[in-house]
DNA sequence: TGGTAATCGAGACGGTACGTCCCGTCTTAAG
DNA sequence: CTTAAGACGGGACGTACCGTCTCGATTACCA
């Protein structure tokens, strides 16, 4: 029988390492950022071996995409606050509270950079970061269509690609907190532009 | 007058030894990407001693901050092609032009990079980068403010960094060129928003 | 009697691993050395597991003086040649086929370097080496005595001693293979010294 | 010219670096003996960067060498005393003197030990150990002919190596200092046989 | 004849040291 | 005093094995 003969190996890692490692992973890249955080110092902390990190994940990147991941709270979606004001507004308040409270903006900000000599961890963040939020900003705007504020979107990913690259822009340069005036003009300017002829 | 009495012995650099420097680190970044570039190889490179790069530039962000300086061309300022549309393109596509065909890109997004863990550099950058570029967005919407083509503007400054945002977001994710498509997307979004009731 | 109450389970072994281990052992150790030969490489080369190798033996050196145990013959004894030169000679060959055509040489010299910093080893070196060598010249130099060829030996050890020192040099320095040469010289000395007067 | 054209750089080392190094080692290789010994110790002991060690020596071996040649005194040579058993027993004195009281037995044993597995170093320790021994001893045949004590060498680098082997047999087995009983037996075999039939 | 305890292969684990790469500083000799 | 050259102390890299440990699966004795 071909199930008898299955030679898969499930490689057993210990649930204790594992979980210390993205721990002292997240304590560390908060206090010293990304670039200063020495998997080295990561293990010693951790108390496992560097091997044991080395064994499980291929690079300093794959690490702190999963740490990162462990930190985006799984509710972080489209909360339906009856206008698409509200809702982006209720995202962004979501993101700035995640920059602000965890190392998140830290590990994003690294991961962005070490993809900029690493393709295929470009790739990997596309995947991690950029396509969620695109499901996240569509279904928004959907749902605005859906009310009848807006017209139905030709293209959403434009739009959700202009919401983060305003968002990183402000993360980049080191300012996390997304205060009121911010998230007022952002979605200010998604909804009609910056340069309208009328007043709002 | 101050400028007489300062007493700065004008320290002698040899600009043989500058010139190759910057050709050098140029060269090389665009062949290894930012990360990848050691001092220790520019100076090999350049046919220079390390000391002589550690004399004139505090660190590698200095360094590339002024190979960047060299790339981005004099002439890159708002070109009066008679309609906002038409100056956001012209921008736009010298912006392509300059990622596509120097490393300035890479350059740049190294010294984001780099940035996240040097607030100092955080600094410089916004004011190698992103002070120059407002002034630019703002002279195009100054003029298109007289040509009455838009209201003026009461907040210039945030639209030249959602336009920013934008072209960042593309590079940072390692798509260099901004292809006709996206150029008339942004321009758009800009003008009228991602999310207006009626067709343009 | 004490034997009668040993509780001691006789532990069951499996006789295909404990096999496949010392083939292998010997196996690797040719090709690569004592010093290059990990326990690791053999537990994978004899598709054992590495804790079965441990079981049985306490370490490497264990492991090896057992390898280096198979490999001597067991009728490595003093072949009766008539004459104390001829038994000597017929020793020698047998030790030169022993290190040309098996890796005993390669392990017996892994040994001493191990037991360099070992005195254990060097204890169980003396036991498996040392005192064997001892017993098999004094059978050959008490037939002589009795052949009348020598005088009764004061001290049969330190003559068995030198005649190992010679071979170990050779060994130790890279030459395995002890020719006719050496033999004679070697025998010759033992027999009459270096420096006498008057010639052979 | 060629002088004129002649590139040779002299790379320059550091005095003060190279004594600690040698020094720590020498240190360190008598308290933990040769295989426990670790680079990263010594550089550690010596307050020296690892490179510094890894720049000017190829490997642990080399590195010793060096200091095994420091400590063999520069007048280890033959002592004429007027016999040739004088002379002999002066210089198995000066070895063990040498093995007791400074590491130069640990690092010969180790460098030995390095050697079955590192031809090329099996040849430096020929160069730099039988060959020098082989001078002395030859000088002191030599030296005994002359006085008519022995007929002409036919041989003296056996004679060389037989010593030698006898003393490193000690050596490797654990016992440094050459006692009075055993340097008596090795002059006496050497110079009439440990088997001839009169008595001396 | 079925239960159970030791042994098996596999390989993860915490560690130590390896030899290499660069960092930013210091030293030298030539100009 | 600057320069090219490159040695210096140092920190981290990613790898190789160490000897111990945990996991099912297999095996062989004993009830």
């Known amino acids: 029988m071909v199930a008898a003969l299955s030679p898969a190996p499930p490689r057993r890692r210990s649930p204790r390492s ?53 930190l985006v709270p799984r509710d972080l979606v489209a909360e339906d606050t009856g206008s698409i004001a509200g809702d982006l507004d209720s995202l962004l308040r979501q993101l700035s509270r995640l920059y602000v409270d965890t190392p998140a903006g830290s590990i994003l900000s690294g991961l962005i950079a070490e993809a900029q000599t690493d393709p295929a961890l470009a790739l990997q963040l596309s995947d991690a970061y950029v396509a969620p939020r695109r499901i996240i900003v569509r279904s928004i705007l959907e749902r605005a269509a859906t009310r009848g504020e807006i017209r139905p979107q030709a293209d959403p990913d434009f739009a959700s690609d202009l919401f983060s690259g305003a968002v990183w822009f402000r993360l980049l340069l080191g300012k996390r907190h997304l205060d009121a005036k911010f998230r007022r003009r952002l979605i200010d300017a998604l909804l009609s532009g910056v340069a309208r002829r009328g007043g709002r």
Chains 1, 2, 3, 4 share one sequence.
């Open 18 to 70: 594992h979980a210390a490692v993205l721990k002292a992973a997240a304590r560390l890249v908060g206090r010293r950022g990304y670039a200063n955080t020495a998997i080295e110092e990561i293990a010693a902390a951790a108390g496992v071996g560097k091997q044991t990190i080395y064994r499980w994940w291929p690079n300093k990147a794959a690490l702190f995409i999963e740490v990162y991941g462990q």
